[in-house]
């Protein structure tokens, strides 16, 4: 298998403009999990879905944020409008028996 | 709630030299326990998964160690190279969903060649 992954790898945007995110999980996994990583604040979690349902989405910063599975072999981590402080690392992974594995991330830069 | 410690927050060594990485939780009640690896600019990699109720794995230079009762585990790198240079996580799943899962801030670690 490819692993996990995830597109855009780079996006540089201006304020104010939408953000979409993708993220292809490993076939077969059944839990998908979006996370953000920054220095000052290292990985959070941002939203967890198991068989394709949100099942967590209290660390999803606020209603710019919204996350969607239509299906078990694609996810999309959506921002609108976008802010400076949206600047991040945003890492998607899937996970089976216990095991988490993450794709290589999509860096976003808000100007 | 689980909080999980990794110390020292960095650490560099010479080459050659065997060092063990310290990651503690404050919970035992656990499911499992990863270590992860993420290189600059990357994402993170997978290196080893301990069960609840083992003891110990094993992937070639590397060993970690579980010690639920203390709330411990340690990752043994045996003889360091400048590739093992990296940022090195643990993290805690004590079941119940996504929010079981808890990172440690990692240890940056650098091999000097």
């Known amino acids: 298998d490819a692993g996990v992954i995830q597109s855009p790898r780079h996006e540089v945007t201006e304020m104010g403009q939408e953000v979409t995110l993708r993220c292809k999980p490993i076939s077969g996994h059944n839990s998908l999990f979006w996370y953000r990583q920054t220095m000052m604040r290292g990985l959070e979690l941002l939203i967890y879905f198991n068989n394709n349902v949100p099942i967590d989405d209290s660390g999803m910063p606020e209603d710019r944020f919204s996350a969607k599975m239509p299906n078990a072999s694609f996810s999309t981590l959506k921002i609108q409008p976008s802010e400076p402080r949206d600047s991040a690392v945003y890492f998607c992974a899937s996970r089976d028996a216990g095991e988490l594995f993450f794709g290589e991330g999509s860096r976003l830069t808000v100007l | 709630k689980q909080e999980v410690t990794q110390i020292p927050a960095a650490l560099s060594v010479p080459e050659g030299e065997n060092l063990v990485l310290n990651c503690s939780f404050t919970?035992?009640?656990?499911?499992?326990l990863q270590w992860f690896r993420q290189d600059p600019g990357k994402g993170l990699t997978s290196l080893l998964l301990i069960q609840s109720s083992q003891r110990e794995q094993t992937s070639g230079r590397l060993n970690a160690s579980l010690d639920k009762s203390s709330g411990r585990s340690t990752l043994y790198i045996a003889a360091s190279q400048p590739g093992d240079s990296a940022t090195y996580l643990c993290?805690?799943?004590?079941?119940?969903?996504?929010?079981?899962?808890?990172f440690g801030k990692g240890t940056h670690l650098i091999i000097q060649p």
């Open positions: 919970d035992s009640a656990i499911y499992n």
């Open positions: 993290a805690v799943y004590s079941g119940g969903g996504a929010d079981g899962l808890t």
